[in-house]
């Protein structure tokens, strides 16, 4: 977290290549895996701050959790008719105990994606669920 004015060219492609350029790389390798294999699921985390709106001092987060939406939206459309979907989860901050914050626990983070690749979880092919409730 820093204003823009002082964020360096060094911070932005640290923070695009651990959010956005990883998840590429990851979702290309699986897409590959699963044109084999006859299909399969991505789910890809990305938050409030890509999915509605980064606050202040958050640019390059924003930025690139914005372009995992858009890189697991354009997978879902190029390979659903070859059984691979692809779906971003949202959530805002994620609790994992002992926090007293408002945000998504874990373990119901966890539960959302086992449900994403369930049957059922092919009907979300494509889009972005958010997931900002509080603990």
């Not at 651990?18 to 897409?31: G, Y």
């Not at 990305?46 to 939206?73: M, N, T, V």
Request: charge should be negative; hydrophobic fraction near 45%.
């Amino acid at each position: 977290m820093r204003p823009l004015a002082e964020t360096t060219l060094d911070d932005w492609r640290s923070l695009l290549d651990l959010n956005l350029t990883a998840s590429f790389l990851t979702v290309r390798e699986a897409v590959r895996h699963f044109l084999r294999d006859g299909g399969g699921r991505v789910i890809g985390i990305a938050s409030r701050q890509g999915a509605d709106r980064a606050p202040a001092q958050q640019a390059a987060y924003g930025a690139s959790k914005a372009g995992l939406i858009r890189l697991l939206e354009a997978t879902a459309a190029e390979y659903a008719g070859n059984d691979i979907q692809a779906v971003a989860v949202a959530p805002s901050m994620i609790l994992f105990g002992g926090e007293d914050a408002d945000g998504v626990r874990a373990d119901d983070l966890a539960a959302m994606c086992a449900y994403l690749c369930a049957d059922a979880g092919a009907a979300h092919n494509g889009a972005t669920l958010r997931m900002y409730g509080t603990a």
